[in-house]
């Protein structure tokens, strides 16, 4: 499980990439289609971040939904991934999930072995976020939830909140994805919300 020392290790500068690391952690960036998994990953990783972007064609039309996202030219057909360095043992490996509804069956597998996962929400398509929601639970997969502040905001974070259903145990938080220190901070507080998962846990089986 990843400790607090990680999380002096990603609020430091880009760190030089080590050769070869003995663990390597996993986490998933999901949500809606057009909200800003590629931009987030690729404000993070130390790599240049190895993605499958390409320009929409016609062949979207009708069913990729653009409303809210008119200005959207390319999109995410497979997965994104970058890469941190969190010290000389650990690397963080980072997975954008595509958005569009007709690519969803990848996520299951994305989601094997992850560590964690961040969830991006864009409130003009806040719908887009329940499914996202749905197979994290389903799967056990701890989150942190993040609105990713294209724009202007019109609703606050606790109305957010309400309209996902979100206990309050889960972390709820703004960010900029096409800001690395925002990302990161993202990071850092998904890797609390981990750390204190697991600080719950071995309370309980020390409890009698």
Not at 24 to 52: A, D, H, M, Q, Y
Not at 134 to 149: S, W, Y
Not at 156 to 176: G, N, Q, S, V
Request: hydrophobic letters at 40%.
């Amino acid at each position: 499980m990843v400790s607090n020392s990680s999380d002096a290790a990603l609020l430091a500068g880009r760190a030089p990439l080590v050769g070869t690391a003995s663990n390597g952690l996993k986490i998933v960036v999901v949500g809606g289609f057009g909200v800003g998994k590629t931009t987030l990953v690729g404000s993070v990783s130390e790599i240049r971040p190895l993605n499958t972007e390409e320009t929409m064609t016609r062949a979207g039309e009708g069913i990729d939904d653009l409303a809210g996202i008119e200005e959207k030219r390319s999109t995410t057909v497979a997965f994104d991934f970058g890469r941190i360095t969190l010290n000389a043992e650990n690397v963080l490996y980072l997975f954008g999930a595509p958005g569009q509804e007709r690519f969803w069956f990848l996520w299951d597998r994305l989601f094997s072995g992850a560590l964690g996962a961040v969830v991006l929400v864009d409130t003009r398509r806040l719908e887009e976020s329940w499914y996202a929601i749905d197979r994290l639970e389903h799967h056990g997969t701890p989150f942190v939830v993040a609105r990713n502040n294209f724009g202007p905001q019109e609703h606050t974070l606790e109305e957010i909140r309400a309209a996902l259903d979100l206990p309050a145990h889960i972390p709820l938080i703004d960010c900029d994805a096409r800001d690395r220190a925002s990302s990161k901070q993202v990071l850092i507080e998904l890797v609390r919300h981990l750390h204190r998962l697991a600080l719950a846990e071995a309370s309980r089986e020390d409890t009698p």
